[in-house]
């Protein structure tokens, strides 16, 4: 199992950036997928999630701002960031979970400031 994010920078607050995430070694489609955040202060918090049919849920902190997508055909999954704040400052994952064991990507960084 593989998974590669890009998409990461240096954004002003208000600004917006689209992360993306790039899976293989595995059925894609048939497993859901998250985003998770990670930060010295707050930890890891998982901001988005997928389901394998399309659904999604958010971190409250997040609602109305970003919007998590995916593409079975190219095995992506992406998330769009809108509004973002200086809070927003982050390592961001995408994960995969299966039964019994979670598969990380390397994480990019996000960060919001001025």
């Known amino acids: 199992v593989q998974l590669v994010e890009s998409g990461g920078g240096l954004v002003q607050p208000g600004g917006s950036l689209r992360l993306s995430c790039a899976a293989s070694?595995?059925?894609?489609?048939?497993?859901?997928m998250k985003w998770v955040r990670q930060t010295p202060e707050k930890g890891r918090e998982v901001v988005a999630v997928?389901?394998?049919?399309?659904?999604?849920e958010y971190h409250v902190s997040v609602k109305g701002r970003f919007t998590i997508s995916r593409d079975n055909a190219k095995n992506m999954v992406y998330l769009q960031m809108d509004s973002l704040k200086p809070e927003d400052t982050a390592i961001y994952y995408c994960?995969?979970?299966?039964?019994?064991?979670?598969?990380w990507g390397q994480g990019t960084q996000v960060t919001v400031s001025s």
């Open positions: 994960r995969a979970d299966m039964p019994g064991v979670m598969y």
């Open positions: 070694g595995f059925t894609f489609s048939v497993y859901g």
């Open positions: 997928i389901g394998s049919g399309g659904s999604t």
